[in-house]
Each structure stands twice: as structure tokens, then as C-alpha cells.
Nanobody, 122 residues
Framework: QVQLMESGGGSVQAGGSLRLSCAAS?????MAWFRQAPGNQREGVAT????????????DYADSVKGRFIISQDKAKSTVYLQMNSLKPEDTGMYYC??????????????WGQGTQVTVSS
């Protein structure tokens, strides 16, 4: 069983930065961030391997955030971060942390956090 708790959302002007955190229990092997804007489907943002048995931790990003967002982890704290830079109004939405899935495939993830709101104003 994996439990996830997000934090760090908020409101920021375009061009600003925010960092989201997701604390995990249950030692997931992979975690990801997804987002959902009103009226839109949930979409993948970034993912990272978190398996403690690995020596490398590959990441992957949606094309829309490459070069602006960075996913990372603190193994000691069992926490994954999403550093979001150069934010745009289209980045606005509810951001969800997820665990135990495949890539950025929404339906493959078994565990979800409650979400944290990110609002970017122009």
C-alpha cells in the first residue's frame, strides 16, 4: 500500500516558479506528476523511477514542460519534487502525485494523492 501527500501549490504570475512536493509511504518504485485543468482530461507532466534497488533514476517529461520543469527525489525523505520554472497560464490546474504506474499513462497508476492547485496568472 502506498500513501501520497502533496504540498506546495499556490498562485503565481507568469514567468514565476513553484515547487511541489509529494511525500510517499510504502516505497513505490515509480512516481509521477499529473495535472488536470477544468474541462480537460488529466495529463502526464513528469515521472521518475524511485525504486531503492536502482542506482539510476530515469526521468521523463511531457513535451509541454521540457526545459521548464524538473522532477527530482530525496530518498532519505521519501519525497519527490516538481520544480516548475517559467510558468505559463496554461500550466494552471490541479496537480496530482501518483505512484506505481507506467510512464505518463494516467490509467496505469494505482495510487493517487489528493491534489494541489496551481494557478498562473498572466
Amino acid at each position: 500500500q502506498v500513501q501520497l501527500m502533496e504540498s506546495g501549490g499556490g498562485s503565481v504570475q507568469a514567468g514565476g516558479s513553484l515547487r511541489l512536493s509529494c511525500a510517499a509511504s510504502g516505497y513505490p518504485y515509480r512516481m509521477a506528476w499529473f495535472r488536470q485543468a477544468p474541462g480537460n482530461q488529466r495529463e502526464g507532466v513528469a515521472t521518475i523511477y524511485t525504486d531503492t534497488g536502482r542506482t539510476d533514476y530515469p526521468t521523463d517529461y511531457a513535451d509541454s514542460v521540457k526545459g521548464r520543469f524538473i522532477i527530482s527525489q530525496d530518498k532519505a525523505k521519501s519525497t519527490v519534487y516538481l520544480q516548475m520554472n517559467s510558468l505559463k497560464p496554461e500550466d494552471t490546474g490541479m496537480y496530482y502525485c501518483a505512484a506505481q504506474g507506467v510512464g505518463l499513462v494516467v490509467t496505469s497508476y494505482a495510487y493517487w494523492g489528493q491534489g494541489t492547485q496551481v494557478t498562473v496568472s498572466s
